[in-house]
């Protein structure tokens, strides 16, 4: 090989074996040495070989640099790192903020940066106490760590706050977000699935539910539309899935709600006892199958309440004929009396 020619581009591309743009991409981004005639680039072969050279006795001296991430991977990890775990659920898949990369990327993005213990925090010249679930942003800082347009970052933000996910209270300053169902990202995962886990596990959500339904009955908090769908998906598993709170469904939850505290009942053992009726489920296959917007109607939550679907023992044709016998004892014995 003749070290002492001088290639073009194109020539020395071929003559290492790699693409015009790759021989590109290490003149423009990694230095490779180059020298010009007018308006043309051309390199000397053993000048590039001997930079090549250098760069491969450099590789072998470092240490491998850590593999690339993308921007969602690198926020999970910091955080992991430094604050924590936060938890997600299958559902997750089902929802529309999977459908978009970006929404996702957002979503996971507030469940990351929310306060896990009470704090404060400066902002300017203000000390701002933020409780968990609650953090500090803005629209172009949210953006500029999202790698986001700043409008395109604030649309999702308000999507989640129109969603129920989180609440939003700003100024021209700051915005301070605070999410709506924190607690239920922040149970600790169960470490096997042995039945004594999974009934803490169970007993820790049910706590977590009740905490915010009390916190708006005693007017501390906003209406927990989110907790009342999640407790329904996760308790009546036949029935259909609830996946958007409409204006209609919040009305509705709104006043379940004030009626199901009226007498201590919890929501969990309302859902509990749809879940447990072969006819709500349709398990009895009668062509009948009750829905979330069903279940929250006044009259038929009523009927629920007093049991009118409950399941029945069946009878039995031995059974029959043993109260039939009773009966027609108690008949011929009350004819003698009188």
């Not at 409008?151 to 706050?161: E, G, I």
């Not at 609830?242 to 509705?252: E, K, L, N, S």
Request: net charge positive.
């Amino acid at each position: 090989m003749n070290t002492a020619r001088v290639l073009n581009e194109r020539e020395l591309a071929a003559e290492l074996g790699l693409s015009p743009w790759t021989v590109r991409g290490m003149r423009l981004k990694e230095g490779c040495p180059y020298f010009t005639v007018g308006a043309r680039i051309f390199y000397r072969l053993a000048t590039v070989l001997a930079w090549i050279a250098a760069k491969e006795q450099d590789g072998r001296q470092q240490p491998a640099p850590a593999p690339k991430v993308g921007v969602l991977r690198r926020i999970v990890r910091e955080a992991v790192l430094i604050e924590g775990y936060v938890r997600l659920h299958r559902r997750l898949l089902e929802g529309a903020i999977f459908s978009n990369p970006s929404l996702l990327k957002t979503w996971i993005w507030c469940l990351l940066k929310a306060s896990h213990k009470e704090h404060k925090q400066t902002v300017g010249l203000k000390k701002i106490t933020l409780m968990p679930g609650q953090f500090i942003t803005g629209r172009f800082v949210g953006a500029a760590e999202l790698k986001l347009n700043p409008s395109t970052f604030w649309k999702y933000m308000l999507w989640l706050r129109d969603n129920q996910s989180l609440d939003i209270q700003g100024n021209n300053k700051y915005s301070l977000v605070s999410l709506t169902n924190w607690e239920l990202y922040q149970l600790a995962p169960l470490k096997n699935d042995s039945k004594g886990d999974i009934q803490n596990n169970i007993q820790r959500d049910s706590s977590v539910t009740q905490t915010k339904m009390e916190k708006w009955q005693n007017g501390k908090d906003t209406v927990p539309y989110g907790t009342v769908v999640e407790t329904f998906n996760a308790t009546c598993t036949s029935l259909p899935r609830v996946r958007d709170v409409t204006a209609h469904r919040q009305a509705a939850i709104k006043g379940f709600l004030k009626w199901i505290g009226q007498d201590g009942r919890t929501v969990e053992d309302f859902f509990r006892r749809v879940e447990a009726s072969d006819f709500l489920t349709n398990r009895t296959e009668q062509g009948f199958r009750a829905g979330f917007d069903w279940v929250l109607k006044p009259a038929n939550r009523q009927k629920i309440a007093e049991g009118n679907y409950d399941n029945r023992l069946p009878v039995s044709t031995q059974q029959r004929s043993r109260m039939a016998g009773a009966i027609a004892g108690t008949r011929a014995f009350l004819e003698e009396e009188i």
